[in-house]
């Protein structure tokens, strides 16, 4: 009997490690590839159109389309902003809708949210003239947008870091604010964007090693623009990035503030919520990750501590003033370590939550709150000499 019990015990045991390591390596499958660029998935028809009244019906009553106060519209044909309250009706929703770039949608056209709003360059969907420049790194050119107010003190830079399989446009809803007070920026790419170098394995890293291709952003500012101080706006893995610049970088002194929304603050605690969201039972969850962790590590160069700037909270600096922003319904990176974060460091970051909101929606849930967050930190921070 203690044999079969001895027996069956080690059997479940191998069992076990082998249903860990199988799934290890599909999450560590999921984890790795550098996603594709974010586009507009036209799945929702428009049963109804008026351009001259701006309104729009639409087959739906869920989703960015009616939930957000302010979220892009794009069509095969142009982009409507979709702004103000929406109305339910009994065929759908109706919303009104301000066209910015193409044609007015036709009822039967089929159309997708833009959480980014002003979905394409600077100068077609909000008139802002700006260039198209290439930033040297070390593995390769990285394109970004130089975006120049006129008036600008171009002493001062905001360099702008979209969020994982995001693109340059996710930063166009912090232009208008920069414009206002005179800011010029560059709006960055990545390893693994459309047109930048790739990853040989095709890996994105979550900040571990993309705060390199920031690093060499602000050089080229440095060089080509005779920038001496910087101010860093990140969305999700963009906070990252800019939070792993801060950290690792002996250029951080050039920082003079940042700005961090919906940042992923810890890539394991991101893992846990996400494993909760596919509804993998709890005690299952330290074991899977531990076999995730692992296994990642193994294929990659990933090093997830790295990615844990709450457990290296001793690096990072604490004269950097920070706005942090994060909504309090986001399922893809978890507001808990923005908390902890804002909470360890309250002199230094300024912390707003936006109640039921999503992932980096701050904007769209609330665009004058989130506006007046921005302006009144950055006339505090940016504008105003740091001593």
């Known amino acids: ?36 660029p974010f586009e507009p998935e036209l799945t929702v028809e428009v049963v109804g159109s008026d351009e001259d009244t701006g309104s729009i019906t639409f087959a739906t009553a869920a989703g960015d389309l009616v939930a957000l106060d302010t979220v892009g519209m794009v069509s095969a044909n142009g982009t409507l902003i979709l702004e103000g309250p929406t109305d339910a009706l009994s065929d759908g929703s109706a919303r009104t809708g301000v066209l910015i770039d193409g044609g007015w949608p036709e009822p039967g056209t089929l159309v997708g949210p833009a959480v980014d709003t002003f979905y394409g360059d600077p100068a077609t969907t909000l008139e802002l003239p700006f260039e198209d420049v290439d930033v040297p790194s070390s593995h390769g050119v990285l394109p970004a947008w130089r975006v120049v107010p006129n008036g600008s003190d171009t002493d001062t830079w905001v360099v702008i870091v979209h969020g994982r399989g995001g693109t340059l446009s996710e930063g166009n809803r912090l232009l208008p604010v920069l414009g206002e007070l005179g800011l010029p920026s560059l709006t960055i790419s990545v390893r693994n964007d459309p047109n930048a170098p790739a990853d040989p394995d ?16 602000i050089e080229h500012l440095v060089i080509t ?18 939070l792993g610049f801060l950290r690792r970088s002996s250029d951080a002194d050039l920082i003079e503030a940042a700005v961090l929304i919906s940042p992923l603050v810890s890539l394991n ?11 993998i039972p709890d005690p299952v969850i330290p074991p899977l990750l531990f076999a995730t962790r692992l296994i990642t590590s193994l294929r990659s160069d990933l090093d997830f501590d790295q990615v844990d700037h709450l457990g290296r909270l001793d690096e ?23 908390r902890e974060l804002a909470a360890a460091r309250p002199g230094q970051i300024t912390y707003e939550e ?11 849930t609330d665009r004058e ?17 740091a001593g």
């Open 1 to 36: 009997m203690r044999r079969i019990l001895v027996w069956l015990t080690s059997s479940l045991l191998v069992l076990s490690l082998i249903a860990m390591g199988v799934g290890g390596w599909y999450y560590s499958d999921q984890l790795l590839p550098a996603p594709p």
């Open 202 to 217: 095709g890996y994105g890293y979550y900040g571990d090693q993309e705060w390199e291709d920031l690093q060499a952003a």
């Open 225 to 242: 623009e005779g920038a001496e101080r910087i101010v860093l706006a990140g969305y999700s893995q963009g906070g990252s990035i800019a």
């Open 269 to 279: 605690e991101t893992l846990v919520l996400q494993a909760q969201m596919r509804d």
């Open 316 to 338: 990072l600096p604490t004269d950097v003033p920070m706005l942090m922003t994060h909504g309090s319904a986001d399922e893809t990176v978890p507001v808990g370590p923005t």
């Open 354 to 364: 936006y109640p039921g909101t999503g992932h980096v929606r701050e904007w769209n």
């Open 369 to 385: 709150r989130f506006d007046e967050d921005l302006r009144d930190f950055l006339n505090e921070h940016a504008l105003t000499p």
